[in-house]
Structures are given as structure tokens and as C-alpha cells.
């Protein structure tokens, strides 16, 4: 007959053991993903274009819902928007493997905010096209927080010499000095007669 004593013994055992093997996993997972310098590269291509379409964003497109400028929110969700779709799936395959699914539901989220937008705007319902603008803005930021952080630093152009990219000083040529009034040739009387005479005659 198994005591009682026992299979408490080997319960506790197994949930040990369970313990252990789930703790490995979930520290390697907290680790962040790592990138070589041609993948920061690679990043930073598209990073500048996306921080200018979430501004331009939070400018033009809040203004034109605000105003239920119809017409142009549609213009703009389908014009310079598109671009930005595109290039945040190209910017999700240059991240790690780890984010790069995560990357992706980001981007189709905030495409299908775009989406809700639109047909608020053929709807008119301004309240719709408010929420989901503002989802669109939560989904570039959730975005951006899967971008490595030294891919958010401007790169430096091949070649480029920081002293030579400081600007230059302004250098005001000096003046040009004044004689001293000793220095005046004085004009005889006679001689300054003459000259009147030929300037009025």
C-alpha cells in the first residue's frame, strides 16, 4: 500500500521538475533580439519615413477629421498612407525573428484602422473616424517600440566628416579705415576757386 507521505513526496517532485523546465524558456524569451550594423542599416532606411507619416498624421489627418474634410482624409489614407503600409513591411523583415510576427499584426492593425477610417469618411460618422484614428496612432507607436532603439538614431552619410558638416562662421570682412584728418590734403584757395568756376560755368 503507497502511504500518503509518498505520493505527496513524489507530487512535489514532479511540480519541481515542471518548474525548472517552463523557467528556461521564459528568460530566454526576455532577452532582447540582437542586430548586426547592416541590419541597423537596413532599418534606419525606413525609420525617418515612418516618424514623418505618424506626424503628418497626427497634423493633416486629425485636421481634416476635425473639420470632416471627407474628401481629403480618403485622399490621404489612400495616397501618402499606402506608402507608409508598405514600408513597415519592408522594415518588419529586417527586424528580428522574435518580432518580426508581431511586426507584422502591428502593421495590418493599423491598416485596418485605415480601413475604419475610410469608411467612416464615406459614412460622415465622425465619431467612428475619430476612434479609429486614434487606434492608428497606437498602433505607430506600438510600432516604433518594436524598432531597436539605435535604428532611431540619424545615421551619418557615407564619408561624411563631422567638422566639415559644422557650419562655418559668418567672417565679416572689417571696414576699410577712415584717413585721419591730418592726412587730408588741404585745397588751396586759388585751386578751389578753379574748380567752381569749372563746375558752374
Known sequence: MIRPRSILTLLLGLLAIVLVSCSGPTETALQPPTYSASQIERIQQYVPKLREARERTTKQLSFEIEN????????????PLGQTLLDMNNLARNLAPQVQGEARQVARSLFDDLVDIDQAAKERNATAAGRAYQATLDDFERFFQLIPSAAHAQPQPIGANPEKEKPQAIEIAPEAPQPAVEDVVPVAPQAQVEADTLSYG
Open 68 to 79: 470632416q474634410e471627407w474628401q481629403n482624409a480618403s485622399a490621404f489614407i489612400h495616397g
